[in-house]
């Protein structure tokens, strides 16, 4: 499968706990984006990667989130401390042109 | 600040009909409006993209066109199927490099056999 890859596919975890996710981007894309996706709400967007450089961050990523792509292939999405308000699709996307985004499967976090 | 609005929220239609989905956007300074598809439980699929000096895009039963001046955009799908169930999803992209597109709620479409 040559497509956007997002591990793991669903998450359920205790409030408090912390929690990673992973997103690995068809290889030659050099642009990375999370986004994120409530129950009945189109996707938000969180931060996005041009290679290993984060570029913007977005109000919605407080300080208990963290993002990362090292030597700008994988990314990890780190939550600390959650909270059942970060209970959501969390949507990994990949570019190579900056028009055409190829959206991952998504991690579902539960929040309890 | 961008907002995106589709309507209907819902929409049940028989197989075979032809349909309209709506998009309307408050800042006409877009760059492009995208069309998604999102089946229950994954990821987004691109349809079309419409740059902002196009006036419409076409890719076998679907074709989407945009309006800057009046903010509005919409989707049409011809002799729709079963197959294309699905909640649709319109998103805006205001800085010209897809970083923040700003989606609407989507429209949930049924198409009944």
């Known amino acids: 499968d040559t497509g956007v890859s997002q591990d793991p596919r669903h998450k359920i975890t205790k409030r408090g706990q912390n929690v990673t996710f992973r997103c690995d981007p068809i290889?030659?894309?050099?642009?990375l984006y999370w986004y994120r996706q409530t129950l009945g709400q189109g996707p938000e967007f969180l931060t996005y990667?041009?290679?290993?450089?984060?570029?913007?961050k977005s109000r919605l990523l407080s300080d208990r989130f963290s993002a990362e792509r090292p030597k700008g292939s994988f990314s990890t999405l780190e939550i600390q401390r959650t909270e059942q308000g970060d209970s959501a699709m969390y949507l990994c996307?990949?570019?190579?042109?900056?028009?055409?985004?190829?959206f991952g499967s998504g991690t579902q976090l539960s929040v309890l | 600040k961008q907002e995106v609005t589709q309507i209907p929220a819902a929409l049940s239609v028989p197989e075979g009909e032809n349909l309209v989905l709506n998009c309307s956007f408050t800042?006409?300074?877009?760059?492009?409006l995208q069309w998604f598809r999102q089946d229950p439980g994954k990821g987004l699929t691109s349809l079309l993209l419409?740059?902002?000096?196009?006036r419409e895009q076409t890719s076998g039963r679907l074709n989407a066109s945009l309006d800057k001046s009046s903010g509005r955009s919409t989707l049409y799908i011809a002799a729709s199927q079963p197959g294309d169930s699905a909640t649709y999803l319109c998103?805006?992209?205001?800085?010209?490099?897809?970083?923040?597109?700003?989606f609407g709620k989507g429209t949930k479409l049924t198409v009944n056999p």
């Open positions: 998103a805006a992209d205001t800085q010209g490099g897809s970083e923040k597109l700003v």
């Open positions: 990667f041009q290679n290993e450089a984060q570029l913007e």
């Open positions: 800042d006409s300074a877009i760059y492009n």
């Open positions: 419409i740059q902002s000096s196009q």
């Open positions: 290889s030659e894309h050099n642009r």
């Open positions: 996307a990949s570019s190579l042109v900056v028009e055409e985004l190829f």
